[in-house]
């Protein structure tokens, strides 16, 4: 089968600006999953420094940013409105809390339902789970594919071995369509999601355990909802807020899941 000039030119060129489009797509839409959680919300940063640091939290693909809910003077009538975390920087972070909305209010209500529709995880949602899982399991053969299709559309026309590099370009194409979408499948968690389990954290020399529900993961961060807040450790400015439950993020570089908790029935 031998391939028109026009599409012999055209074919390697165009799929460099496909290239060159999903790389702009990905680096404007992927952002770890258990942080755009927590997107548009108060959170406490606490640094492995053990610094906290607090405001509404805006996540972009490459960065964190903290906008004060008040601003640090800085002299000449001016302050520091916000905070921004790059890499670097992001990877100094113990955990990330976000303070459950006040008791009694419907914001409470709604957050309390969200934990109850986690504990009992419904048919579509093991379904949803099970075609991400899925596709986790065969996006290397399908990445693959897309540039062995090229390259036998090479062996079938003389004039397109030629074109140096298209099925190269082909397989590129094929792996970033499969960024855009980023998993961290894990059976263990699969079978752990909408349960309560222990997540153990070094903090200094210490191992600490938490108690929380397990809602996702990916591969840098735990979420864990519903964990009950220890203000001790918080500065006095946020200890006299009064948070007792929170929803936490946690870096896995620092934190695993290591228990289930059996539930005694009263």
Not at 64 to 86: C, F, M, N, Q
Request: with cysteine.
């Amino acid at each position: 089968m031998e391939f028109s000039p026009t599409v012999l030119i055209w074919a390697p060129i165009g799929l460099l600006f496909l290239s060159a489009i999903i790389g702009i797509v990905i680096e404007r839409h992927t952002k770890d999953a258990c942080l755009r959680v927590f997107n548009g919300d108060f959170v406490i940063l606490r640094m492995k420094s053990g610094h906290f640091v607090w405001g509404t939290l805006r996540v972009f693909p490459s960065c964190l940013e903290l906008t004060y809910d008040s601003p640090e003077p800085i002299g000449s009538g001016r302050s520091k409105a916000s905070y921004v975390l790059y890499s670097k920087k992001i990877a100094e972070i113990d955990r990330i809390y976000r303070p459950a909305p006040e008791a009694g209010s419907q914001a409470r209500r709604d957050w309390q339902e969200e934990i109850d529709d986690l504990r009992r995880i419904g048919i579509f949602g093991r379904i949803g789970r099970g075609l991400r899982n899925l596709y986790g399991m065969l996006k290397d053969a399908f990445s693959q594919s897309v540039g062995m299709v090229m390259g036998l559309a090479k062996q079938s026309s003389k004039t397109m071995q030629k074109v140096g590099g298209s099925d190269k370009h082909a397989t590129e194409v094929g792996q970033s369509l499969l960024k855009i979408l980023p998993h961290a499948y894990e059976p263990v968690f699969e079978a752990y999601r909408g349960s309560l389990v222990v997540v153990e954290s070094v903090g200094g020399n210490e191992i600490h355990e938490t108690v929380g529900v397990l809602e996702d993961y990916t591969v840098s961060n735990l979420l864990i909802r519903s964990v009950e807040m220890e203000t001790e450790e918080l500065p006095e400015a946020l200890a006299e807020r009064g948070y007792t439950v929170c929803d936490v993020i946690f870096p896995r570089s620092v934190a695993i899941v290591r228990h289930l908790v059996a539930e005694s029935r009263v």
